[in-house]
Structure formats: C-alpha cells, structure tokens
C-alpha cells in the first residue's frame, strides 16, 4: 500500500484513516518534514482549502481545481517545498455517522492524472473500511505487545516467554514499525484499535 502511494505520490501524502471528533485513528505522515514543520509552526491547517474539501466533499479532486479562496497562498507555499501538484481525497462508508478518512497526495513532476485519483480513491476506501488494517504481526509479537501493554516491564516480559530481554526489544520493535507507532504505547493502541490485542 505504501508503495503503491509513493509511486502515484512521489512528493509525498499524509493520509488520516477513521477521522473521529478530530483525531484519526492512524496516520501515515510521509510529507517533507521542512513542509511539515513550516505548515504546523504557522497554522495553515486551519486555512487550508484542501482541509475545508475534506471535511465538505466525498471522492476525490485536484487541489488546483479546488474553487475555494487561499488567502493564506498554501498552494503557492507547498511549491517551494517540492509539493507541486497536489490531490486529495476523502472518503466515508455507508455506516460511518460522520467518520472519514482522507488523504492529502502530491506530485512535483505533473499535476494528478484522472486514473491518479480514482487509484487514490479506491486505495483510501480500503484504508477507510479496514482491508488493510491487519499490519502482518506474528503471533510472537503480537504476544509480546500484549503483555507489555498489560504493564509488564521488559525483563518481566523475557521471563513469561522464556526468551532474551533483546529477543523482546526485537519483537516489540517489529510490532511498532509494523504498526507505524512512535511508541509502544501508541503500538498497543493501534492494535487494540485494530482488534489485533
């Protein structure tokens, strides 16, 4: 699925799958960090044409064909950080009261092709409705994730399954990478999200 995005994203995308009140419950944040840094430090989320698309659309669009004002020249900014050509995309099932998902994709070389953003959009709905929200966990880590979210501490954790303290650091660091987590907590509750513990 990364792959699949790198490859109609080159410049980078942020995607926010089950977006709740305000939070999703993951994201995938492969944007430049300058970019990132630059649009956090002087609040353009809350300006930001595409952003206010998301949360009024369904489907998927070009952000050059977005008709809503930019005053704060977010587009024009996104330039000087390689972010060219920008798409984006949000998406809602049939149940979900409220809960979407969306991403935002971007391109330096072209601006995004018909076929782009219906593979965007296909890609973000099977995001959205969870057909790839098993991240591929073993059993091993998957046991090791769990008992370190029941608080056990590492040398604790070693000791019920009879394996090395370093044999655990692996296995937790796995599950994290495999999760996209930052920490272990947020690795525990992705899984637990995902049903996974």
């Known amino acids: 699925m990364k792959a699949e995005l790198s490859e109609i994203a080159p410049a980078g995308y942020y995607v926010a799958l089950r977006v709740g ?92 092709e018909q076929d782009d953003l219906a593979q965007l959009e296909r890609i973000m709905f099977n995001l959205h409705e969870g057909s790839a929200s098993n991240p591929g966990l073993t059993a091993a880590e998957i046991e090791a994730l769990c008992l370190q979210a029941s608080g056990l501490r590492l040398k604790q954790v070693a000791a019920e399954l009879g394996i090395s303290e370093s044999a655990v650091k692996a296995r937790l660091n796995n599950a994290k990478k495999k999760l996209g987590a930052k920490t272990l907590a947020q690795a525990a509750s992705l899984a637990a999200s995902k049903r996974i513990l």
């Open 21 to 112: 009140f305000s939070f999703p419950d993951e994201e995938l944040n492969l944007l430049p960090k300058s970019w990132v840094e630059f649009y956090t430090a002087h609040g353009l989320v809350v300006h930001d044409p595409a952003m206010k698309w998301v949360y009024g659309n369904v489907g998927a669009a070009r952000m050059e064909d977005i008709a809503d004002p930019d005053p704060q020249r977010i587009r024009a900014h996104a330039e000087i950080f390689g972010l060219a050509h920008g798409a984006v995309v949000s998406v809602m099932g049939a149940q979900d009261r409220g809960r979407r998902s969306y991403g935002l994709f971007y391109r330096e070389d072209r601006e995004f």
